[in-house]
C-alpha cells in the first residue's frame, strides 16, 4: 500500500535552515508528481511547493517562493524540501502528498506530517 | 492568486442531519475543485475531485456540485464520524489554494 512518511522536522532558530525528507513506497514513485503541503498550528491548510514526476518542473507559493527549494531522488523514492532564512511563520506541521495521478494536482495520500518549529 | 472562501466557518449539525457546506473562488476554476476531510491529529482525506467526483470508497451521502466559482460539498445525513473540518481546493492555476475550512460539529 502507498505509505509516505516525513522525516526532518523540528526544532530551528530564526533565518537558519532545516530540509525535511519524504521517503515514498507502495507506488511508482518516479511516475507521479508530488506537493508539500504545510498547516500552522490550529490554523488550515496552505500548499507550499510541487514538483514534476521528473524534477522538471517545479512551482512554488509567493510565501516561500526563493526561500524554499523543492527536489527529488527518484532512485531513492525519496522527496526532499529545504527550507533557508525560516522564519516564525514557517512554524506548521508539513505534509508530503501524491497527487491522484499523473497530470492532476489533487492528492489521494498523504504523510503524517512532522513539526517544524521555528523558535528563538 | 485564486482566493478560495469557504462558509460557514463552523455548522452545527445533529447527526442524522443533512450539511451543507460551501465554497467560492475568486474567479473561474471551471470544475478543477476538491475537498477533503480531516480530523485532529490527522492528515486530509481526499472526498471529491472534479467538482464532483467521489474518490475511492468514500461513502455516497458525500457529494459535491457546483462550477465556476460556486460549489458545495453535501453530507446527506451525518455520522459520528463525519464531524471534522471539511477543506476546498482550487487546482485550476498555479498556486493551488485552500480555503479555510468548514468545521462540522455536533450540535
Known amino acids: 500500500q502507498v505509505q509516505l512518511v516525513e522525516s526532518g522536522g523540528g526544532v530551528v532558530q530564526p533565518g537558519r535552515s532545516l530540509r525535511l525528507s519524504c521517503a515514498a513506497s507502495g507506488f511508482t514513485f518516479s511516475s507521479y508528481g508530488m506537493h508539500w503541503v504545510r498547516q500552522a498550528p490550529g490554523k488550515g491548510l496552505e500548499w507550499v511547493a510541487a514538483?514534476?514526476?521528473?524534477?522538471?518542473?517545479?512551482y512554488y507559493a509567493d510565501s516561500v517562493k526563493g526561500r524554499f527549494t523543492i527536489s527529488r531522488d527518484n532512485s531513492q523514492n525519496t522527496l526532499y524540501l529545504q527550507m533557508n532564512s525560516l522564519r516564525a511563520e514557517d512554524t506548521a506541521v508539513y505534509y508530503c502528498?501524491?497527487?491522484?495521478?499523473?497530470?492532476?494536482?489533487?492528492?489521494?495520500?498523504w504523510g503524517q506530517g512532522t513539526l517544524v518549529t521555528v523558535s528563538s | 492568486e485564486i482566493v478560495v472562501t469557504q462558509s460557514p466557518a463552523t455548522l452545527s449539525v445533529s447527526p442524522g442531519e443533512g450539511a451543507t457546506l460551501s465554497c467560492r473562488a475568486s474567479q473561474s476554476v471551471s470544475s478543477n475543485l476538491a475537498w477533503y476531510q480531516q480530523k485532529p491529529g490527522q492528515a486530509p482525506r481526499l472526498l471529491i475531485y472534479?467538482?464532483?467526483t467521489g474518490a475511492t470508497g468514500i461513502p455516497a451521502r458525500f457529494s459535491g456540485s457546483g462550477s465556476g466559482t460556486e460549489f458545495t460539498l453535501t453530507i446527506s445525513s451525518l455520522q459520528s464520524e463525519d464531524f471534522a473540518v471539511y477543506y476546498c481546493q482550487q487546482y485550476n492555476n498555479w498556486p493551488l489554494t485552500f480555503g479555510g475550512g468548514t468545521k462540522v460539529e455536533i450540535k
Open positions: 472534479g467538482a464532483s
Open positions: 502528498a501524491k497527487i491522484w495521478a499523473p497530470g492532476t494536482r489533487y492528492f489521494d495520500y
Open positions: 514538483i514534476s514526476y521528473d524534477g522538471g518542473n517545479k
